[in-house]
């Protein structure tokens, strides 16, 4: 039986639109099926959503002086963040498991690492290029990771992590390990040929794997009309890869996008591609004054706001959002102070680190992780409630109302 691709009826030769027509801002809302969201929270006690208000004010509040440094001229190079898009990598980081292995957080990622507890003092001398552990002072960007949080480092090629994490899905599926892999990405690196090598494979093989696709309209100043016809959660279909649509700015509707993913994976679903749509609402980098975003567009978006959605959900459960900025303003402001205070690498030092010195560091700690709310669960360190205790700033994010541990009532799971 023949496939019909094409429409019955030719098209009238004055049918295609312009590109001033494409580009309209219309275009770029959501709206119509693209309306269709799941957000089921799971298992989310009090104290958890707290930590996650407290974590996407914290990813905030940092890329906000971050900015500020750069435009100071003390911060090298350019600055990245993701301003409008803070819920996706701490929902989605906030619901792994401590086996769970992220490759990689990318420039619009931050709060996936601060769920791990990156200890910001690190986080802004890694900026500055002073000494620090994270990078030795070697960049300025989002290159680093760290393989006993789980954190592999991305590489500026995009969208190669998701090959990388497949990789790693596998090798958990070989070897009978219960973990999984999540990717995150932008919806311009889809228009790569890795992408669809990534997804045929995940798909194929039912890998543990999950893909989180950050459609924040624009890769640098192409708006996502000029990069595909179809929607990457759409195309899932096409490689067999389970696909969600959800409201990026929803820091609970991602986690619990994330979740039903990572039950999926493993149980031996395979692979679920996020697609979850969002607004970078500054520029590429700071260098760049994003210009050629229609006010309407950004106007639509900041009036849903992650930060101001989610604080009006915490200000119910009764904590005092205010408070909570004021604490973590605060301590940027140190951690910030205490990095500019933080000499540069010696040059001397310049060629050292640039192979593999010893043995390679184990990805991951298991049960031990105390980024994790399921390590109380698992027995590890995270059983007394807090978010975490490997550094000073995980113990100022812990909330001692019993976030995650394996006797909160609250806990469904
Ligand atoms: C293979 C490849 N080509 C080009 C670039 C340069 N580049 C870096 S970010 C970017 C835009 C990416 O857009 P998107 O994937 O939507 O992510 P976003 O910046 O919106 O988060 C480009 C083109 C790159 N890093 N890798
Ligand atoms: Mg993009």
Known sequence: MAIVTSPAQPAPADAKPSHSQIDRTSDLLPGGPSEDRSSVPVGLTSGDRTALYRFLVLMRTIEERGVTLYKQGKLPGSFYDGRGQEAISVGAAFALGPDDVISSPLIRDLGAHLVRGTDITELFRHYLGRQNVLSHGREGNMHFGDH??????????????????????????????????????????????????????????????????????????????????????????????????????????????????????????????????????????????????????????????????????????????????????????????????????????????????????????GGDAPWSRFAGWAGGAGADGAVGTGTADEAALAEPDGRGGANDAEATR
């Open 148 to 365: 006993q949080r789980g954190i592999v480092a991305p590489v500026s090629m995009l969208p190669d992590m998701m090959v990388v994490a497949l990789g790693l899905a596998m090798a958990f599926r070989m070897r009978g390990e219960q973990r999984v892999a999540l990717s995150f990405f932008g919806e311009g690196a889809t228009s790569r040929g890795d992408w669809h090598e990534a997804m045929n494979w995940a798909g194929l093989r039912r890998e543990p794997v999950i893909y989180v696709c950050e459609n924040n309209q624009l890769a640098y100043s192409t708006p996502s009309s000029r990069q595909f016809a179809v929607r990457p959660s759409e195309r899932a279909k096409g490689y067999g890869v389970a696909a969600e649509l959800i409201d990026g700015n929803d820091v609970e509707a991602v986690h619990a996008a994330v979740h039903r993913a990572r039950e999926r994976a493993l149980s031996g679903g395979g692979a679920t591609l996020i697609e979850a749509e969002t607004m970078r609402m500054n520029g590429h980098g700071s260098h760049d004054d994003a210009s050629y975003v229609a006010p309407e567009l950004r106007a639509y978006w900041e009036a849903r706001d992650p930060l101001d959605r989610y604080a009006a959900v915490v200000r119910e459960l009764g904590v005092d959002v205010d408070a909570v900025r004021a604490e973590v303003s605060a301590r940027v402001d140190a951690a910030a102070e205490a990095a500019l205070a933080t000499p540069l690498p010696d040059p001397e030092t310049a060629a050292t680190g640039v192979f593999c010195d010893g043995d390679p560091t184990e990805l991951g700690r």
